[in-house]
């Protein structure tokens, strides 16, 4: 099967189970990303949450370089051996509460991403963005924030070398962070639908 073919079966199924609010967990097949995964023991390294407009989904995001709206299947493309992963609110999410999460990321659209994944920044990357778009639109807070310290000290199999260069030679250990892993493991959510385990 050619990869547009297989592009085409995915996201025809992931069509098929999307509710506004559903939350995508997708692998990105870069030396950044990769490591992030493997920093937080998942297979997971990108999030973002899925809205309607016009009748074509799309999938709000902290990439690089800013925050964006990205048509459904660019934000498919991006995966790595089409692993995905759709998680849903068990609470669900009613018509009103996805405009109050539209509002939050239309508030945060073109915000620049934070490449050493800071917390405490005015900068997003993309489980900040999620984390802080349904604290402020719900109420709920997904994913567990914490530090690197901490996070790699979780984490063995981490390779804090890769990070000790990433952040120049000195490692900011009390820096907060927050992870996709940590919001794919979230209790507050469902999974929906799954290419790869959860």
Known sequence: MTRQAQLDQLEAQVRDTLQEGDI????????????VARGTGSWCSHVGFVVREQEEWFVMESAVPV??????????????????????????VSTDQVDRL?????KRLGAFYHLGFKYDSKR???????????????????????????????NPQASVGFWRAWYFGMIPWQRRTLTPASQLADDALETVFATRSC
């Open 24 to 35: 995508l967990f997708i692998s990105i097949n870069s030396f950044l990303y990769k490591q």
């Open 102 to 106: 539209k509002a939050e990321a239309d």
């Open 67 to 92: 925050v964006k709206r990205s048509p459904l299947r660019s934000f498919l493309s991006k995966t790595c051996e089409d692993q995905v992963a759709i998680r849903r609110l068990k609470s669900g």
């Open 124 to 154: 997003q990357f993309c489980s900040k963005f999620v984390h802080e778009c349904f604290r402020d639109a719900l109420g709920i807070k997904l994913g567990k924030v914490e530090t690197l310290e901490v996070l790699l000290e979780q």
